[in-house]
Nanobody, 127 residues
């Protein structure tokens, strides 16, 4: 059974940093493209960043480019999202999702591609 679990959320002041982690169980993350999303109250789910199976390809939304960094450790079966220079508008529930990637596929921040999701972790940026 595919299971993803996010952790690392919390309350942080503007300008601060958090590191989110997405841990997989029941399957090997190395066969999947992974993406991070977030959803704030009343807003649509937003694709933030994705990484290809081997981690050689990454992509970022303009809203987080230069502030967030995605990384994966397939040996540990985890994908992390380092978030720096956090802003109040980054407040949301953050989710990771896995996409079984065919050979040659990179990754996508389109939520409709993803069938397997974690339960989410709350990030609140406030003074």
């Amino acid at each position: 059974q595919v299971q993803l679990v996010e952790s690392g959320g919390g309350l942080v002041q503007p300008g601060g940093s958090l590191r989110l982690s997405c841990a997989a169980s029941g399957f090997s993350l190395g066969s999947y493209a992974i993406s991070w999303f977030r959803q704030a109250p009343g807003k649509e789910r937003e694709g933030l960043s994705c990484t290809s199976k081997g981690g050689m390809w990454t992509s970022y939304a303009d809203s987080v480019k230069g502030r967030f960094t995605i990384s994966r450790d397939n040996a540990k079966n985890t994908v992390d999202l380092q978030m720096n220079s956090l802003k109040p508008e980054d407040t949301a529930v953050y989710y990771c999702a896995a996409d079984k990637a065919p050979p040659g596929y990179l990754c996508s921040k389109d939520a409709t591609r993803y069938d397997d999701w974690g339960q989410g972790t709350q990030v609140t940026v406030s003074s």
